[in-house]
Each structure stands twice: as structure tokens, then as C-alpha cells.
């Protein structure tokens, strides 16, 4: 299963609404996961199962869709969100990530 | 919660062998799936390799099919990843995490592999 993410690169402001898109290349259901990672560091889950905020991940984050169409929106953008966004499908294997979205500071 | 340490990344010439260890801290460690990623110097994220938490269901990316061989020692609670005929193109952080269907919920820091002469 392909994803593909758009866009590939993103520069907003700090309190900016921002949206990142993922597709896969087929359905996938609900089995749709996005993470977060910072240079250096590991990824970090920030939603699961499409729309499910993941423990202790802050509530301006959100995540909707299923099929084969999702988003991850980020309702104002916070100077610690800039970072790579990965989308990764998890309805069967391979478990393919998208390329990734790099955010960064406009 | 679970905390994943790798280790075993160094430097290997071309077709040469390594094996990686994850190590997990932790309750559960028999029902944790587990998988390993890899990222490639400026790259994206790739999954290459899942094992279920009894060991009896592995799943390999096509790109390290017959070359890798993932496996776990649960008394040990670790989990191995036995690299052989290893590329250029091997190169990368690899990274174990845990988690399967909703998504993978536990990272360790990542070790470098690097493929060269």
C-alpha cells in the first residue's frame, strides 16, 4: 500500500491553522497513524486509528478521515510543532510510512 | 510503559553481517509486538520488519527479505534483528518500536548502521 503525503514541505507562522494530507493507494479503513519528529530525535505517535489522540499529546492536534483520504490538522500552530509529520498505515504489511511533511517556520 | 534501548549499530563493509539488539524495559514484554525502523541519512521513514509477541508471526519489507531475519528472546525481553549481505543502501538509524494496529506507541533512540569501505 502506497501513502503519499502532501504537501512535502509547509512553512506557516506561529497561531496558524495548518493541514497536512495523507492518501493511501488503496482502503485502509480506519488503520491510519501520524507522527511527530523532531531533528535528532525519534518519532512520536500523535494519533492513532485515524481520528484518536494519543495519551498526553496536546488537544490542538486532531486527525480525521478513513477509506483511503486523511488529514492531520494542527488548529494553532505552537513553536514546538515544527517538526516532520509522517503519516503510516497500519491495516496490513508492509506498514508503509508516507515520505513525510517538514513544517517549518515561515 | 515500555522503554526500548537499541544497540549493535557500528560500521560494516559491503556484504558483511551485524546483528542489532532492542532491549525493553517494562511489564507485558510477551504481548508486545514489536517492529523495526530505519531512516536513511535525510530520509524518510521506512518499516522493515514486525514480529508478533509470541514470535510465531514475522513480517519482512520487500527490500530486506532474505537478507534479515527478525527474532525475540522474551525471557531476555529483547528483540533481534540478524542483518547479512548488507548494502550501501543499508545505511540508516534503525529503530525499534512497539505496536502494531494502533500504530507504534513506544520508540527506542535509534543505532547507526552504516554500510562502507
Known amino acids: 500500500i502506497q501513502m503519499t503525503q502532501s504537501p512535502s514541505s509547509l512553512s506557516a507562522s506561529v497561531g496558524d491553522r495548518v493541514t497536512i494530507t495523507c492518501r493511501a493507494s488503496q482502503s485502509i479503513s480506519s488503520y491510519l497513524n501520524w507522527y511527530q519528529q523532531k531533528p535528532g530525535g525519534a518519532p512520536k505517535i500523535l494519533i492513532y486509528?485515524?481520528?484518536n489522540l494519543q495519551s498526553g499529546v496536546p488537544s490542538r492536534f486532531s486527525g480525521s478521515g478513513s477509506g483511503t483520504d486523511f488529514t492531520l490538522t494542527i488548529s494553532s500552530l505552537q513553536p514546538e510543532d515544527f517538526a516532520s509529520y509522517y503519516c503510516q498505515q497500519s491495516y496490513s504489511s508492509p506498514y508503509s510510512f508516507g515520505q513525510g511533511t517538514k513544517l517549518e517556520i515561515k | 510503559e515500555v522503554q526500548l534501548v537499541e544497540s549493535g549499530g557500528t560500521l560494516v563493509q559491503p556484504g558483511g553481517s551485524l546483528r542489532l539488539s532492542c532491549a525493553a524495559s517494562g511489564s507485558n514484554f510477551n504481548s508486545n509486538e514489536l517492529n523495526w525502523v530505519r531512516q536513511a541519512p535525510g530520509k524518510g521513514l521506512e518499516w522493515i520488519s514486525y514480529?508478533?509477541?509470541?514470535?510465531?508471526?514475522?513480517y519482512y519489507a520487500d527490500s530486506v527479505k532474505g537478507r534479515f531475519t527478525i527474532s525475540r528472546d522474551n525471557a531476555q525481553k529483547s528483540m533481534f534483528l540478524q542483518m547479512n549481505s548488507l548494502r550501501a543502501e543499508d545505511t540508516a538509524i534503525y529503530y525499534c518500536a512497539s505496536g502494531r494496529r494502533r500504530g507504534f506507541d513506544y520508540w527506542g533512540q535509534g543505532t547507526q548502521l552504516t554500510v562502507s569501505s
Open positions: 486509528g485515524a481520528s
Open positions: 514480529i508478533s509477541g509470541g514470535g510465531s508471526t514475522i
